[in-house]
């Protein structure tokens, strides 16, 4: 995965060294350690995670289970494996669909991050999973937010909600309950609401944002960031907990040449889980996210 690319070689490197020595010393150790705690901060991730990263690393590599392990280089590959696989979320988690539908979906991000591209990619993998999703256009702040949502549904085959131009309907928690309640009606059982986002985090966005929130009582809150945005993504991540109290997150622009730090920093900066991975333009660029498969791409 491009978003990896220098932090997966240079781990890999790092273990590759360990392949030529029979046991392993503490300076062997340390020396790894080193090496990976300083590739993982040249990729962006956060000081935070890092510490603990390393700090497992390195007492499980100076522990019983390499010492006594016939092959201890692969043994601390295994053990930066499961570390990655921890910080990343350990399991997946899925959507929590409504015992009650319509299962409500609010999207929350940056303007940039991908939100409506995502309401795209979300509607048609729901609808092969065989839900029959509402989009719901409540971002009414970029003058062309709606035209762009009612065209990436289109491509998607789902229905677009959006208010009537020139209606008098410019309150964004309005056409998110509107919309809420014609997927009743219309027994539609899946509504995803695309929300603005602003360049940088914004009290006005955020009150906004958690004026939907409490006015459509969402089943998840999905929190998506733009990968690409380095040592940002942890202000912004804990601006958007603290604003809209999201429930999972979506990586995307995993595609991009970006440095994969904050991937890897979200879990750990946050508690919430990965949940989905966009990797792409395309509608089909887009899977819901596994930390183990993440993990075994980056020590590919
Ligand atoms: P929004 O402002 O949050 O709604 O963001 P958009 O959905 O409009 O996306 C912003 C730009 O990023 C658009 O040009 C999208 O085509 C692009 N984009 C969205 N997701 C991805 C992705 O996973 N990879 C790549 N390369 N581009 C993406």
Not at 142 to 152: C, D, G, I, M, S
Not at 282 to 290: I, N, Q, R, S
């Amino acid at each position: 995965m491009a978003a990896f690319g220098s932090l997966s070689s240079r781990l890999t490197e790092t273990l590759a060294k360990l392949r030529t020595k029979g046991r392993l010393s503490a300076s062997d150790v340390d020396g790894t350690v080193r090496e990976i705690r300083r590739a993982l901060l040249e990729a962006d991730v956060s000081l935070d995670v890092v510490k603990d990263f390393t700090a497992n690393v390195r007492e499980r590599a100076l522990g019983e289970e390499v010492s006594k392990a016939l092959n201890p280089a692969q043994q601390v590959v295994q053990i930066v494996n499961d570390e990655l696989v921890r910080i990343l979320g350990q399991d997946q988690r899925r959507i929590e669909f409504a015992k009650q539908p319509p299962t409500v979906i609010m999207l929350a991000g940056l303007q940039g991050a991908g939100k409506t591209t995502l309401a795209g990619k979300l509607a048609k993998w729901l609808a092969g999973e065989g839900h029959t999703p509402l989009l719901v256009a409540a971002d009414l702040q970029r003058p062309n937010a709606v035209n762009q949502l009612q065209v990436v549904g289109e491509r998607a085959g789902a229905v677009v909600y959006a208010p009537e131009p020139g209606n008098g309907v410019g309150d964004p928690v309005k056409v998110a309950k509107a919309g809420v309640k014609l997927a009743q009606q219309r027994q539609h059982d899946v509504v995803i609401i695309d929300t603005a986002g602003r360049l940088g985090v914004d009290a006005e966005l955020m009150k906004q944002a958690a004026n939907i929130r409490k006015a459509v009582n969402p089943d998840e809150v999905l929190f998506v960031i733009d990968s690409m945005i380095g040592q940002d993504a942890v202000a912004t991540a804990k601006a958007f907990q603290e604003g809209v109290d999201f429930t999972g997150v979506v990586l995307t622009k995993l595609d991009g040449d970006a440095r994969g730090g904050a991937a890897l920093s979200i879990r750990g900066v946050t508690g919430k889980p990965i949940m989905f991975a966009s990797t792409g333009e395309g509608l089909d660029e887009f899977e819901p996210f596994h930390p183990d498969r993440m993990a075994s791409r980056i020590l590919d």
